[in-house]
């Protein structure tokens, strides 16, 4: 069973930053390519960012890039979500995934106001 840990969101201010953390049970946290995704009040889930497995390879969302870093530290089984230059259009509950699997953790929320 694995279990997912999300943490960092908080209240900024529109071009402040957050960095978000993910914590997953069990050891076998570095088999996995791990994504990051957020859902905003009244649209669906979307995926924000993604890396694989080793770390070298990394993707986003156009709404992200250059913007948002996705990194992960295998032997911490974490992988953080560093967040700049913060707009009000990111405020949404962040989630982490484990990617081809059913397995998420509560979330965690982040405000940009203006």
């Known amino acids: 069973q694995v279990q997912l840990v999300e943490s960092g969101g908080g209240l900024v201010q529109a071009g402040g930053s957050l960095r978000l953390s993910c914590v997953a049970s069990g050891r076998t946290f570095s088999s996995y390519a791990m994504g990051w995704y957020r859902q905003a009040p009244g649209k669906e889930r979307e995926v924000v960012a993604r890396i694989r497995t080793g770390g070298g390879s990394t993707s986003y969302a156009d709404s992200v890039k250059g913007r948002f870093t996705i990194s992960r530290d295998n032997a911490k089984n974490t992988v953080y979500l560093q967040m700049n230059s913060l707009k009000p259009e990111d405020t949404a509950i962040y989630y982490c995934?484990?990617?081809?699997?059913?397995?998420w953790g509560r979330g965690t929320q982040v405000t940009v106001s203006s």
């Open positions: 995934n484990p990617f081809g699997t059913a397995y």
